[in-house]
């Protein structure tokens, strides 16, 4: 097991302890908020496939409501999903700066070089980075931000084409449905774009 070492505090000749202090503190604040904003998506999530699972139970019960209530049966689920793309993002942005201010952090405390991409952030960036993962953890990842959507799809389809069946009700349903999941997709892309390569 590799050791850390550590150098003084100094930085051309002057002591860089504040400096040290204040990124520490300003680092656990970013970790700090990825945790909390990791556990509202692991909420929210459940708490979609619980609605999911229930109106799946229900869906007896569906016939009998009108066509429009009927359309946005599925409404809360994507919901749910675009506001869950956003705390990825958002998740994604705060690691980024919770991975510069570590940079910073090395330079001032001089760790090894060599354990810079074992220490930290970075290490958890080659698990979940896409950009950097191995083939196992990107395969996963895609698995884990696809597939839900997929099974979204399919299910709102299945309600309208059971539910709603024909007319302009259903011609802006699914245009409406296609909107949210074509914007989810254009969020994702661009998320994907702007991450770092660690």
């Not at 675009?82 to 910073?104: D, I």
């Not at 931000?145 to 299945?158: E, N, Q, R």
């Not at 302009?168 to 997709?185: E, H, P, W």
Request: cysteine-free.
């Amino acid at each position: 097991m590799p050791r850390i070492r550590w150098t003084p505090n100094t930085h051309r000749g002057r002591d860089v302890s504040p400096q040290v202090a204040a990124l520490g503190a300003f680092y656990q604040a970013e970790r700090a908020e990825n945790v909390t904003l990791l556990n509202i998506n692991i909420a929210l999530l459940g708490a979609a496939l619980a609605y999911a699972a229930a109106s799946v139970a229900f869906l007896d019960k569906i016939a009998s409501l009108p066509r429009t209530a009927a359309a946005l049966v599925p409404s809360p689920l994507w919901l749910a999903m675009l506001y869950s793309t956003l705390l990825v993002a958002l998740a994604g942005k705060r690691g980024t700066s919770a991975m510069l201010v570590e940079n910073e952090l090395f330079r001032h405390t001089g760790i090894d070089a060599n354990l810079r991409k074992r220490v930290g952030s970075r290490a958890g960036e080659y698990v979940v980075n896409p950009k950097a993962a191995p083939w196992p953890y990107r395969l996963i990842f895609l698995l884990v931000y696809t597939v839900p959507w997929i099974v979204s799809g399919f299910y709102t389809w299945h309600l309208l084409d059971h539910f709603v069946k024909s007319g302009k009700l259903l011609f802006a349903s699914a245009t409406g449905y296609t909107l949210m999941l074509l914007v989810a997709g254009a969020a994702y892309l661009r998320d994907f774009r702007n991450t770092p390569i660690p």
